[in-house]
């Protein structure tokens, strides 16, 4: 089993900038990789970004060049580095790990508004 707690959501004006934290514990040797996903309201959860154990990055088209998704693994800390936010970025973001199993985090809020 893998745990995952979240961190780093909130209200930020467009054009600002957050930083999500994905804490892990548990059986990590079991990971192949670890992504960034988001649900907006009355919209499907759709994957932001994500990083394979070779250190592989993909995004979705919406978010390249503004999100960086990067690990510490001495912390076992995911993150996604988001920049120049717009109002259609606003969501529930999860990470998700996936290996052996599949894990979520709780979620964390982002708002991004004037």
């Known amino acids: 089993q893998v745990q995952l707690v979240e961190s780093g959501g909130g209200l930020v004006q467009p054009g600002g900038s957050l930083r999500l934290s994905c804490a892990a514990s548990?059986?990590?040797?079991?990971?192949?990789?670890m992504g960034w996903y988001r649900q907006a309201p009355g919209k499907q959860r759709e994957l932001v970004a994500s990083?394979?154990?070779?250190?592989?990055?993909n995004y979705a088209d919406s978010v390249k060049g503004r999100f960086t998704i990067s690990r510490d693994n001495a912390k076992n800390t995911l993150y996604l580095q988001m920049n120049n936010l717009k109002a259609e970025d606003t969501a529930v973001y999860y990470c998700?790990?996936?290996?052996?199993?599949?894990?979520w985090g709780q979620g964390t809020q982002v708002t991004v508004s004037s």
């Open positions: 990083i394979s154990n070779g250190g592989y990055t």
């Open positions: 548990g059986s990590i040797f079991t990971i192949n990789g």
């Open positions: 998700k790990y996936w290996g052996w199993g599949d894990y």
